[in-house]
Each structure stands twice: as C-alpha cells, then as structure tokens.
C-alpha cells in the first residue's frame, strides 16, 4: 500500500478560503475616529455616546442604526463568548461541594517524643 505523497481530490477545494485553525484572532470592536473625536468634544465615553445618539429620536434614522450597530458588540456579548463547557461544570461542582457538603478536616497526627533518641 503506498503511502503519502500526491493524492488527487485531497486538500482544500478551489475557490475555498483556507485558513489554519488558531489563526483567526479575537478582534475587538473597532470604534471609528469621527465617533471618538464626538464624543470627546461632548466629554463623554465612546459608548455613552454612542447609546445617546441611538436613543435620540431627533436625529437622523440612518445614523440612530449606525450607532445601535456599533455599541451593540459592547452591551450584548456573543453567544459563543463567555465560560466553556468545563469551566461551568467545575463552577457548578465546586458549589456543590460547599456548605453542608464541604469536605471534613484532615485528622491531626499527633507526633510523641519529637526525636528518636
């Protein structure tokens, strides 16, 4: 049976976007400059501001949704962001084990006569 080399069909297919798992870093939002240099001049936080201009209804519909889009990423976090499966159970599982169910303390070894002389 031959084994490695070339392989017709194997890899990723034409056209595909390859990228190396682990290669995709987090990217935090990005807030753009002319939103910052508003709210500076307003002395307020980026996402004060932001949260300001969505809910005034005075100002123009198409910029109210720009900044709902842009805070949204600060205020609601994404479903996949947060504690994994392990770190939950290991949560869940340390709160269990206290209170009522703590373990007990360790015996106390007594030590007689310090040396052996």
Do not use: W
């Amino acid at each position: 049976m031959a084994r490695g080399g070339y392989r017709p069909n194997s890899g990723p297919k034409k056209g595909t976007k390859y990228r190396p798992r682990g290669s995709k870093k987090e990217q935090k939002p990005k807030i753009p400059k002319d939103v910052k240099q508003e709210a500076a001049d307003a002395n307020m936080m980026p996402l004060d501001y932001m949260l300001k201009i969505m809910r005034d209804c005075g100002q123009p519909a198409d910029r109210r949704d720009r900044m709902a889009q842009l805070a949204a990423p600060f205020v609601h976090p994404r479903a996949g962001e947060g504690k994994g499966k392990k770190v939950e159970k290991a949560d869940r599982a340390k709160a269990a084990s206290s209170g009522k169910f703590a373990a007990g303390r360790a015996p106390i070894a007594l030590v007689k006569g310090g040396g052996g002389n």
